[in-house]
């Protein structure tokens, strides 16, 4: 199976409401990065959280990571219409070598209903 | 803000046909890679680069194809004899450093093989 696998695949929510994706990794990680793809275009980077850290804010951001159970989530609060988009968890192994390829998880898509 | 930039944004190419695909990754960034993403679903590593070498490819990045970075400003990715499979969003992303930062990814080369 995949090193990041997010859940669930689909999420349709009304604005105004929260959302949180799930990830699961495998390997040890120095970091787990959260990333944006708007449909057809390149992906955006959210937010980097290292492996010695537990929670992470930024805006309407908060991503936690639990190395223990190798997961971590991503909450959007407040949602609004713009943020439909897929989400895409990738982690960044501790032993990846010199470039240290990140890899990526399967995704969310959420959608985001006025 | 500085950003990646990928030329074209859509090649249509026939199958045994070779296609270069461009980026100009942001100027003081020194790790270098393409991803691939088909249809929609997960993105794939290809190739990293660093220090004008091949750092790591996946299974994906076979004799077809390869990469160069010909000056101090571009970074191609050639596929030598396309199949209808490599039809796919072809990403080339950079980072400053090679871990705990993040990718900026450009908007992507939509590849067409008929």
Same mark, same amino acid.
């Given at each position: 199976s995949q090193q990041g696998e997010e859940d669930p695949q689909a999420l349709s929510i009304q604005e105004g409401e929260n959302a949180t994706m799930n990830c699961s990794y495998k390997t040890s990680i120095n970091n787990l990065q959260w990333y944006r793809q708007n449909s057809g275009r390149g992906l955006v980077h959210l937010i980097l959280i290292r492996s010695n850290e537990r929670e992470k804010h930024s805006g309407r951001l908060r991503v936690t990571l639990d190395t223990s159970k190798k997961s971590s989530s991503l909450l959007i609060t !407040?949602?609004?219409?713009?943020?439909?988009a897929s989400y895409f968890c990738a982690t960044d192994a501790?032993?990846?070598? !010199?470039?240290?390829k990140l890899i990526f998880g399967t995704g969310t898509l959420l959608a985001v209903q006025p | 803000e500085p950003e990646v930039t990928q030329t074209p944004s859509h090649q249509v190419t026939q199958m045994g046909q070779e296609v270069i695909l461009r980026c100009v990754p942001i100027?003081?960034?020194?790790y270098f890679y393409w991803y691939r993403q088909i249809l929609g679903q997960k993105v794939e590593f290809l190739v990293s680069f660093y220090n004008n070498e091949i750092s790591e490819k996946s299974?994906?990045?076979?004799?077809q194809f390869s990469v160069e970075r010909p000056d101090g400003s571009n970074f191609t990715l050639k596929i030598r004899s396309t199949k209808l499979e490599d039809s796919a969003m072809y990403f080339c992303a950079s980072r400053l450093?090679?871990?705990?930062s993040p990718l900026h990814f450009g908007n992507g080369t939509r590849l067409t093989v008929t």
């Open positions: !407040a949602s609004r219409a713009a943020d439909t501790e032993y990846g070598g !010199a470039t240290n | 100027s003081n960034h020194l299974e994906i990045f076979d004799d450093q090679g871990y705990n």
